[in-house]
């Protein structure tokens, strides 16, 4: 299975941005979709967005859209969430995450493989 790992994390002041990066291993990084989760202290894991293997098929929480942007570099095996507008809400641990569903998927049992995880931080 592919192996993950997210960059990119870290503190950031509300109203500001990150971008997030998620590494994988393999040469088969293209034909997985990929995704993004999050999970809060006390708090369920919370889907994100996600993003099919072309990376022409993108779909996004409730809480976050208009404000984060996935996308995919094939080419680089990396998957990126630009975060912009950030609120103290959006204070989480992020979770890339790959499936073998080729599509975009938010139902987190479709994901195989997950990264460590990268904290993120929003002051207010």
């Known amino acids: 299975q592919v192996q993950l790992v997210e960059s990119g994390g870290g503190l950031v002041q509300a109203g500001g941005s990150l971008r997030l990066s998620c590494a994988a291993s393999g040469r088969t990084f293209s034909t997985y979709g990929m995704g993004w989760f999050r999970q809060a202290p006390g708090k369920e894991r919370e889907f994100v967005a996600a993003?099919?293997?072309?990376?022409?098929?993108?779909r996004y929480g409730d809480s976050v859209k208009g404000r984060f942007t996935i996308s995919r570099d094939n080419a680089k095996n990396t998957m990126y969430l630009q975060m912009n507008s950030l609120k103290p809400e959006d204070t989480a641990v992020y979770y890339c995450a790959a499936s073998t569903y080729y599509g975009s998927s938010s139902d987190p049992h479709d994901f195989v493989s997950w990264g460590q995880g990268t904290q993120v931080t929003v002051s207010s």
């Open positions: 993003i099919g293997g072309s990376g022409g098929n993108t």
